[in-house]
């Protein structure tokens, strides 16, 4: 696995786990990458800082941290709040099983009893989305995309 600090044309930065570089590249070039803030896709590396340790004789800075201005790089805490929430986002998903672009038309079945409920989860634009809620079907978007199985390695 491999972690990039990720930047969308808004400005927005944010961490994403990859198989490989090349996995990068192949979710970006089939569009898969958004930003989980606010759903653009023209994603691009942003500009990653190493973790180097500090000497053991320097003082810690003990004043709070600025907060970030556009496009710098993702305080820590909200990194590991999004892998905590990926993480999450994985376990919930290890039940549910991948029904892609059906995922409208299974919805809307179980609802309406002419299939078992399960869980399930797949692809759907903004507008099918709200249909599903405005007919009274509970659903919600995942916070981060989901590779469909026939595309993994």
């Given at each position: 696995m491999i972690v990039f600090d990720l930047k969308c044309g808004a400005g927005h930065v944010f961490e994403s786990w990859f198989a490989s570089s090349s996995a990068y590249a192949e979710q970006k070039a089939d569009g898969l990458i958004r930003c989980p803030i606010c759903g653009d896709a023209s994603v691009e590396k942003a500009l990653m800082a190493p973790n180097i340790a500090t000497k053991g004789n320097r003082r810690e800075l003990t004043a709070a941290q600025p907060p970030a201005e556009k496009g710098e790089a993702m305080p820590e805490a909200v990194k590991q709040a999004m892998a905590a929430l990926a993480q999450a986002q994985q376990k919930a998903l290890e039940g549910s099983q991948w029904v892609g672009s059906a995922f409208t038309e299974r919805a809307r079945a179980m609802h309406h009893g002419e299939e078992d409920r399960a869980a399930i989860h797949?692809?759907?634009?903004?507008?099918?989305?709200?249909?599903?809620?405005?007919?009274?079907?509970?659903?919600?978007?995942?916070?981060?995309?989901?590779?469909?199985?026939?595309?993994?390695?």
């Open positions: 797949g692809e759907a634009t903004i507008e099918q989305a709200r249909e599903l809620l405005d007919d009274g079907i509970a659903v919600a978007p995942l916070p981060f995309p989901v590779v469909p199985p026939s595309a993994r390695n």
